[in-house]
């Protein structure tokens, strides 16, 4: 998918999480709430006549003072206006236009990004008269809807769907053919400590490729007789940014580097273990469809005992159920312990991606399994599934034909897909399954 992004920015309770609940909702897309810390802070892709979009609410905060609370609409409006591609701006016609609303809209005036004046709560004809006082915040796009309805939503997604062109989805297509590779994590794990660990070898540099956004640079590498791009966040290298501090930042640049891989380092901080944060970062690399390696990194600073390692590692594999079967690796930049372990694990989890199961070899094993364990018999009926493959798509995704596809259930799916992991290396891998009326 591309790294298109889409920011709902507006003051609290115009109605910005609705708006993103039924975008993301109405299109059985995947809700990722990525917020951990900050209340409300939603992330989350949606899809638009098969176009797909990061979507963020910029959401909820909790502010105790009027200054303190305006500060940080400005703030949050900033940082979207670096970060997405385009920005609703939602109001509120019940309300009227509000002073918070008219410096917001001063702010969004001086974006060269698409910006569009959503004015929401127009739930019924009355309402569409009033809402005409919106024209005067001067923004040429107006969307007059009912969120909580969905009336007026389609003409919006229309419009967004339609900035996204084929453009923003081939960028980044120079470096197609080699393994990408992200850096991804909080804050001080030390991504940038890697990075300059690598880079320090600068012979093994063949160049430097702009990535998609301004946000991320892509630095091709020859290592272990192997070619590959790593994709690591601008604001990892520019380390004075002045929102370098905000988890949401954070948050904005792990996805867009994630959009243009196709493995994902996700570093940790082995004193502190794996956050909510980490683990919401890492469910999204994982619904997105990316390989995964896990780097327990500033390992020097754990006591560790004979079997530290190996309960720590339990530990974490329990954290990240239900997809555990990922590459852990514990290193130490500083020492420069295990760090081209790590980037041979994402090497091996890129291979592992790209694998293609023969279809007679896929049924030799897979058809076995169900045989020595077959699904439950629904309603008297025997669920029967006869034939496995699997599907030209970019991630690995198999198809099993069956008499009732809809009755075979989650315990049964978590079955085959441990037999598949346990039958081909699909370590660091999400694997899709889909049951189809044979
Ligand atoms: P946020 O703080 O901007 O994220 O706002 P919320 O999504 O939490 O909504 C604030 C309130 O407005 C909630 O009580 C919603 O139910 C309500 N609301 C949201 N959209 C609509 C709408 O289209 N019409 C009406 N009447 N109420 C809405
Ligand atoms: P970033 O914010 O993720 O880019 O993190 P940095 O690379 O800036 O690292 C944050 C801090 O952690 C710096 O003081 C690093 O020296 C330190 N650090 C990085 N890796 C290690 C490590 O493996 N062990 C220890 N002890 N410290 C580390």
């Given at each position: 998918m591309s790294g298109f992004t889409v920011a709902i920015v507006g003051r609290p309770n115009v109605g910005k999480s609705t708006l993103f609940n039924r975008l993301l909702e109405q299109r059985k897309a995947i809700v990722d709430d990525v917020s951990g810390v900050t209340r409300d802070r939603q992330y989350g892709i949606a899809e638009w006549n098969g176009k797909t979009f990061n979507v963020i609410d910029t959401g909820g905060f909790v502010a105790n003072s009027e200054d303190v609370f305006e500060r940080e609409i400005r703030k949050q409006v900033k940082i979207a206006m670096e970060e997405a591609?385009?920005?609703?701006f939602m109001c509120d016609v019940t309300t009227g236009i509000t002073d918070l609303d008219a410096d917001v809209a001063d702010l969004l005036r001086r974006s060269s990004k698409p910006v569009f004046l959503v004015v929401n709560k127009v739930d019924n004809s009355e309402r569409q008269l009033e809402a005409a006082e919106f024209y005067s915040l001067g923004f040429d796009k107006l969307f007059f809807l009912s969120s909580i309805s969905g009336s007026g939503t389609g003409e919006l997604l229309d419009e967004v769907a339609a900035l996204i062109t084929d453009d923003a989805e081939q960028?980044?297509?120079?470096?197609?053919e080699l393994p990408k590779i992200a850096i991804i994590g909080?804050?001080?794990?030390?991504k940038s400590s890697l990075l300059n660990a690598l880079i320090g070898?600068?012979?093994?540099?063949v160049s430097d490729i702009p990535g998609t956004t301004r946000d991320t640079i892509h630095t091709h590498y020859k290592l272990f007789q192997k070619d590959f791009v790593l994709i690591d966040t601008a604001g990892v290298r520019r380390?004075?940014?002045?929102?370098?501090?905000l988890e949401f930042y954070s948050v904005i640049r792990a996805i867009k580097a994630m959009d243009e891989a196709d493995v994902c380092m996700l570093l940790l901080d082995a004193a502190k273990g794996i956050t909510a944060q980490d683990l919401s970062i890492f469910s999204l690399a994982v619904r997105k469809g990316k390989g995964m390696v896990i780097l327990v990194n500033k390992w020097d600073l754990v006591e560790k005992e004979t079997n530290t390692a190996r309960d720590y590692e339990k530990e974490l594999k329990q954290r990240l159920a239900p997809f555990s079967d990922v590459p852990i690796v514990f290193t130490s930049v500083l020492q420069k312990q295990r760090i081209f372990k790590a980037i041979e694990e994402a090497l091996r989890v890129y291979d592992n991606r790209q694998r293609k199961i023969p279809t007679s070899r896929l049924n030799d094993v897979m058809l076995k399994a169900i045989e020595a364990y077959h699904p439950p018999v629904v309603r008297g009926t025997p669920i029967r599934i006869k034939y496995v493959t699997q599907l030209p798509t970019h991630t690995p995704a198999f198809a099993f034909f069956c008499n009732l596809p809809d009755d075979v259930k989650q315990p049964y799916k978590n079955y085959l897909e441990n037999q598949l992991r346990a039958n081909f290396d699909f370590e660091g891998v999400p694997v899709k399954l889909f049951f189809r009326k044979k």
């Open positions: 591609n385009v920005l609703l960028a980044g297509q120079a470096d197609a909080q804050p001080n794990v030390g070898e600068e012979r093994n540099i380390k004075a940014r002045v929102h370098e501090d």
